[in-house]
């Protein structure tokens, strides 16, 4: 087996880094919002024939935080980058805070996946009243302006979406590592 795979989940507070890392592990989701500071995990991760150990460091969104975030950004080897649907602000802070946060702090080359959380409330009539959604295109633009190696549109609670976006995290890890950055344009909204 390799060396470790370390894999973060950033992004602003409250678009479902928890939630998501939750659903991918089969934990009990509670949908009362507990703040992250910093959380950790390790185990084995299946993809295909191969079993990965894996670190899973959940950050912390706000911005209070962002020193001790910025410390365990030297030894990612994969960025599963958040924001919600539902919330515009999160994602302009994408281009604005997130991707010049990385970049100041990871020092090489580290495949990143774009994942715009809250897909159950995007197509909510309250919802689209009150808040200037984001487009699905508006996401697959973003994420090729960031070069990200993929973008998924999630209900975070949804396991089968969770499970995909960190098997292919983890499938942009091992291309990363042999050297051969291959793209891995996975749109997982409308398209799966
Ligand atoms: N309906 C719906 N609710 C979600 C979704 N993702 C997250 N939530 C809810 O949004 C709130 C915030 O989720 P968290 O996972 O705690 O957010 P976070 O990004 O980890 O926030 P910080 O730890 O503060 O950075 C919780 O109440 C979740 O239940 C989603 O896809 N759909
Ligand atoms: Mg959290």
Request: net charge positive.
């Amino acid at each position: 087996m390799r060396s470790r795979i370390t894999c973060s989940l950033v992004g602003d507070a409250m678009v479902g880094k928890s939630r998501l890392l939750a659903s991918f592990l089969g934990q009990n989701i509670i949908d009362l919002y507990a703040p992250t500071v910093f959380s950790t995990l390790k185990g084995i991760m299946k993809v295909g024939e191969k079993q990965l150990k894996v670190k899973f460091v959940d950050t912390a969104g706000q911005q209070e935080y962002s020193r001790l975030r910025a410390f365990s950004y030297k030894k990612s080897d994969v960025f599963i980058l958040c924001f919600s649907a539902i919330d515009r602000l999160s994602f302009e802070r994408i281009r604005s805070l997130w991707i010049p946060e990385l970049e100041r702090n990871v020092g090489k080359k580290v495949p990143i996946f774009l994942v715009a959380t809250h897909k159950d409330l995007k197509y909510d009539a309250n919802v689209k009243k009150c808040t200037c959604i984001v487009s699905t295109s508006e996401g697959e633009r973003l994420a090729a302006e960031i070069k990200a190696e993929g973008y998924f549109e999630v209900n975070t609670v949804d396991y089968c979406c969770a499970r995909k976006i960190f098997e292919c995290a983890m499938c942009g890890v091992l291309s990363n590592r042999k050297g051969c950055f291959r793209t891995l344009k996975k749109y997982f909204s409308s398209r799966h």
